[in-house]
């Protein structure tokens, strides 16, 4: 699976150096630090085929990354969460044309300690735990004065 990604990344990079028909002498990546090391795995299998190429990489966030690439400061924007309907609009209105293309999936996975009596946690629950509503393991059948964060 790691391989298809790398090669997919690499395919991804190889598009958007050829876009105008001719291979790029500089590539800017910037955006989500969560896509970072994928990118940057991506950027070395590149590096490998066209050393010639030079990059800038930097993980800002995924909106900085949106904003680069609409205000050309960047060819690729690495995101980890799907562009939205105002920044493809804005996009539009600046020339650029935004293509997403999807690497991974992103997941948060709760654990509890087999030790703490709350099982069966509502989604509802985990978004108040994560949001700080719920601030105490009895609130949810666990054990009490203990905080679930």
């Not at 150096?17 to 090391?37: I, M």
């Not at 509502?122 to 994560?130: A, G, P, S, V």
Request: glycine share 10%.
């Amino acid at each position: 699976m790691k391989k298809l990604v790398m090669s997919l990344l690499a395919a991804i990079l190889i598009l958007g150096a050829f876009g105008n028909g001719a291979l790029a002498a500089s590539l800017t990546l910037k955006g989500s630090t969560t896509v970072l090391p994928i990118a940057q795995a991506a950027m070395e299998k590149y590096k490998a085929l066209y050393p010639d190429t030079e990059f800038s990489i930097s993980g800002e966030g995924s909106g900085n990354g949106i904003k680069a690439l609409i205000d050309g400061t960047c060819e690729i924007a690495n995101s980890s969460r799907f562009i939205k309907l105002e920044e493809v609009k804005l996009a539009f209105e600046k020339g650029a044309y935004p293509v997403p293309f999807g690497v991974a999936i992103d997941a948060i996975v709760p654990v509890v300690h087999p030790d703490n009596s709350a099982n069966n946690l509502t989604l509802q629950q985990l978004r108040d735990i994560y949001n700080g509503k719920i601030t105490n393991w009895k609130e949810v059948g666990g054990p009490t004065n203990r905080s679930p964060c």
